[in-house]
Structure formats: structure tokens, C-alpha cells
């Protein structure tokens, strides 16, 4: 038999911390930034780390999918439940909730996250005020690389 | 040492055919009817067979995951692409992709889908006018089996 | 300020039901075959078509992943467990499960499968006789083009 | 109609950085240490820190999912790849990729991971030597917490 199978090998993507960039949150909060690693639009799966300030609020979202999130500085909780999360923590999000994030007054947070599936923004009415997927995510990082002269980087994880 | 571990053993699960009802996809189509057999809530999937009447429409609607659908009968496409899906096709939907199915006029269409991550039906100017997820379509067969004295079954798949 | 965003749009796949080839389930069984539609050999991701004779067995095999099975046709069991699945069941299977299929002596029996992660088929002694996964599967069929003149196959779904 | 609905609601899960145990990662390496948070048996999903100390190497393994690593400190890489990942990098690994982690003289390293699907380790000639799943992960360190009198902890997130 002649010809040869097409090459299927696959391997790790790394990723260094500066070669992102933190970006506000647009337009949901100032006080929160975003550096993101990886978007998959085709999934909807985002790498992303977050940083807010001190007392700093992101408004009632509601989750459609999980969120994988480990806390590395700061401490802050959701309104609506009872604990509270600090460095070294792992929150495990599932779709299905909805709740308001609350950084801690003494000290800036970041975490990194890992989002699937969309996030909805809710107004003071319940009202949905804003979508974010992974196309979201990626076109917000995208356009701010555009806007300050710096290339395009590769967010598709694979 | 004393003691016995928990025993984490797992096993499939099989769903019969007639183990699920057929009931209507209110409120968008009283020709498109549905027969769900899990909806994982917490990650936000759904197994689910769908049945359109001949020439049935279901309106636009904004995919936030993928869907892995097997056509079983009928024919099928989606008013934007130009593929026509048959009995035995396999259609692979992403996220972050918006579309009408349109069932042929010659034949109802039955096919099994697997649903990851909420759907968005939109009204004649882009609004949404529903959104479905693992929970909407729980709560809808929840609520159909307990109208006609079925007994609630479990859906949640493991 | 100018340039543009590169386009992150996406949009579904269809894979009709003879753009893909039956082939051997080698070197498993030579009652049992397969036809591929998509392998996503970097999540361990695999959609296919399983075709089995009446009475054909397929070794004791170990899940690591889940597999989402709907029935088409004939009726097959797992020796260890004590349903049987006929056209139109699904089954949702789970990953740290080991079982043995047989088909029904009275029918051929055919099955659409999502298949995630690896499978090992086991020998009489448990030992390991065989791994397959999305590259084995793609492999496989992709080596089946090749000796047969067809072209390959675009297996990659996204 | 008389009668409710089942309650279907879900909410998010904190695990906090003291609510877990580091334990050796037996049998592979004394120089290496594991922290599990959760273990999802039915989908092998495992969110876990490791540990290594300075200059560790972990044997060659064989990767059948994917693997999430965010990086907290030290330095660390493949033997098979040319990059070095520190702190705050974000390492994309896939199905169907294997290597040999190796932990920098100068300083232990520490991450975060969320591991999809089973990992093979591999001997001197390629043979299996360990088979890692949810189910070992959260076998080893049940298995340690009842060794040393620990109440055992719930790792199944949801």
C-alpha cells in the first residue's frame, strides 16, 4: 500500500502570564479587569484571569454553564450565598445560578477562571443588560489589542 | 487500619423509547413536539428527541453551545446554510451560530439531539423571546407528566 | 481608530449519512463496523455510526469517558447488566464502568454513539489488549480511505 | 392542576484551601504532592493542586483528555517541549499528547489543574505502569484521609 495517514499529533499550548494583557471589563464595571488566555467560540469556553478592586461589585449575572474558579489573592463572595472565598479556594459554579460578586473591601482580588457556556448581566429589574460568551470575551480583548497597537494574539486554544 | 472507603462505583443508564411521553414544544410550535430523556441541569446538556410536522418551522434561534444531532427520518435544513440533512446524517452545531430549521414539506422529521448550553429563539427583530436550557426543558416535561398524572421521572443522568 | 477584528464566526457541520464508509471494527471484531463521522483527536471526541450482527459480542471494554448511545435498529445488552436496548432507547453511559455488549441473535443491530475519552478492551485476564480513542478511531478509517482509493476524510469537527 | 414541580435549583460549590489535605502522589513520586478538591467519577474530572519540589520529575504520561494547568510558582516544563511555564501562566494541554514533567532546581513548584479523562503513566519501554483516573484521585486521598482519621470529604461536585 502506498500513501502515507494524515499527521494527527497534538500538543500542549502555553500560554505566559504576560503575554496577555489586563483589559477592563467593559462595559460592566472600572474596577474589574480581565487578562484572557483562551477563547473557544465554538464551545464557549474561556480562559480568562479577573481582577477587581477592593469593594468592588459585578452586577447579578446568571450562569448557563460552569465556572472553574481558583482564587489566588483578595477575598470576596456572592451576595446571595455564605461563604466566602480567599487565596488558595476553588469555587465550582454550575448553570442553573445566578449571584453578584463582591470583592472584599480590604484588598484587590484575582482570580483564574474557567467559563463555559454564556453569562447573562441582569438589570435592577431582571432585565437582561448584557450577553457574554466566548465571542465576547475575545472580541473585547481583540478590539482593546487593536485599539493600543498590539498584535492580534492567538486565543483559540486548538 | 480499619475502615472502608466509599465505594464510588458507577453504571450506565438505559432509557427506554416508551419510557418518555411526546409532548409539545410550548410555547414556540404546536408542531414540533419533544421527548426528553436527561437534562444535567448543573452542566446545562439535554438529551432529547425532537419531531416536527412536515413543512413546521421553528424560529430563529442563537446557539450559546453545540448540539450533536442524528437525523432519523424526514428532511430537514436551516433557512441560512445550504445543506439539506436525511435519515442518517449527522449534524455537528457550534456556538456562537444562529439559525431557522425548516422541516421538508414532504415528510415529518424525527431526529435525537444532544443539547449543550442554553438556546435564544428570537423574535422578527432580533429580540429574545425565549431562552431553553437543560432546566426549561426539565420543568416543561416535569410539568406535562404531572398535568396528565404521569409520574415525574428522573432526568438527571448520573 | 482602523483595522478591523479577525471574524470569529462559526457555523454548524452537516456530515450526510453515505459521505462516510462502513469499515471493520478491526482488530476487534469482524462483525462489528463503523462509520465515522467526526474525531476530535485533542478532546478524545469521536461521533460514529456502530453496526453489529445478530449475536456478535464485543469484548469486555473499560470506560474513561462517557458514551451517549441511541439505538437504531436490534436489540443488545451489556452481560453485567440486565436491560436491554431496542430502536429508539438511549443509553448514557459513564465513565469507570467495564462491560461486555451483545447483540440480540434475532436482528442485526445499529447504533448512533458519541463517544468521550479512551476505551480499553480487556483479555480474559483483565490485561489490556487494546486502547482506542479519537486518534485510533480516525486512524483507523483514515487507513481504510487510503487502501481503498478514497480521499480523507475531514474528521475534525470544528 | 394540583401538585409541584421538583425543585431543580442548583448552586455553586466552595471548597476552601484548608478543607483539603496534601498527600503524597504514591506511587509515582515521594517528591510530589496532591491537594484534591473534587473528583467527578461519572465524567473523570478531577480539580486537584500538585506540588513538587525543586528539581522533580514526574515519569513520562500519556495524556487521553485534556488538562487545565494555571501555574502558581516555581518554574516548570516537558522534557519533550521547549517552553518554561512560571508563575501565572496558563498551560492548554490535549488528548493524545505525552510527556515528562520536570520541576526547576531553584524553587518547588505549585498549580492548580482541572484534569479531564485518564492519564497513563509509562515505563522505561513504554508499558503502562499507573492508570489515573477521578476514580484513583479520589480513591488515594479517601484512602489517606482514613488513614489518618480524617472524616472523609465529599469530592463529587455536584
Redesign the interface.
Known amino acids: ?1 502506498t ?4 499527521d ?11 503575554s496577555r494583557h489586563w483589559h477592563p471589563f467593559t462595559p460592566y464595571s472600572d474596577e474589574v479587569h480581565l487578562k484572557v ?2 477563547a473557544d ?4 469556553e474561556t ?1 480568562v ?1 479577573l481582577r477587581a478592586e477592593a469593594g468592588a461589585q459585578l452586577g447579578v449575572h446568571d450562569h ?5 474558579a ?1 482564587t ?1 489573592r483578595g477575598r470576596w463572595s ?1 451576595a446571595e ?1 455564605d ?1 466566602v ?13 445566578q ?1 453578584t460578586l463582591v470583592a472584599d473591601p480590604a484588598e484587590d482580588i484575582e482570580m ?1 477562571i ?1 467559563v ?3 453569562i447573562h448581566f441582569l438589570g435592577a429589574d431582571g432585565e ?1 443588560v448584557g450577553i457574554e ?3 465576547t470575551f ?2 473585547r480583548y ?2 482593546f489589542c ?2 493600543n497597537g498590539y498584535p ?1 494574539p492567538e486565543l483559540n ?2
Not at 472565598?85 to 445560578?97: L, R, W
Open positions: 500500500m500513501g502515507t495517514l494524515p494527527l499529533t497534538t500538543e500542549p499550548s502555553h500560554f505566559a502570564a504576560d488566555f483562551t467560540v465554538a464551545r464557549n480562559a484571569m448557563f454553564g460552569r465556572v472553574l481558583y489566588l456572592y450565598h461563604w472565598s480567599g487565596p488558595g479556594d476553588f469555587v465550582y459554579e454550575v448553570a442553573n445560578s449571584h483564574f474557567y463555559e457556556g454564556p437582561i460568551t466566548a465571542r475575545a472580541d481583540l478590539r487593536l485599539d492580534a486554544p486548538y
